[in-house]
């Protein structure tokens, strides 16, 4: 009996060896490769459309990468005038195949149509920063009017 109960220990001890194995090689290593890949897919989008950034009405003041799995994008924004519906609309037809770069319009479209909504006497819309991940997210920023 103690035979039969020692061989399964040993062969549970060495599944869980494998399994562990499989998990840091195939896995883990896949999820690696998978965020270099998106990491050099979103920057190249990113730096290839400075022209596009123009017509927003924004520019890109600072790029923060978070090497996590899966990484993640933090973009800072400051607005320089604001564009009309219709120009915003044209930006996202001729980009709708570009995945990253889509994505980071409709954010700043949205920003834009919440802070056309507000209307504060003591503080001005200056700018924001959209953290492009497995959550998105928009933190639009406001300073104080003197």
């Known amino acids: 009996m103690d035979n039969i109960f020692e061989s399964a220990k040993g062969k549970l001890s060495k ?7 499989l998990i840091n090689r195939d896995v883990l290593g896949s999820l690696k490769e998978y965020g270099i890949d998106k990491i050099n897919e979103a920057w190249s989008q990113i730096e290839n459309s400075s022209e596009v950034f123009q017509r ?6 600072e790029i923060a990468v978070n090497l996590a799995i899966p990484p993640t994008f ?3 924004l400051d607005q320089e005038r ?4 219709e120009e915003e609309e044209k930006l ?5 195949d570009k995945a990253i770069l889509y ?10 149509a919440v802070q056309k909504s507000i209307n504060s006497v ?3 819309f200056s700018g924001l920063t959209i953290g492009l991940g497995l959550s998105p997210s928009i933190d639009m920023k406001f300073k104080k009017i003197n």
């Open 82 to 85: 604001n564009i009309s519906d």
């Open 103 to 112: 994505a980071i319009l409709v954010a700043l479209f949205k920003a834009n």
């Open 122 to 124: 003591q503080y001005k």
């Open 92 to 96: 996202l037809v001729e980009n709708k």
């Open 15 to 21: 599944l869980s060896e494998n399994a562990t194995n």
């Open 56 to 61: 927003t009405g924004y520019s890109i003041t």
């Open 74 to 76: 933090e973009l800072s």
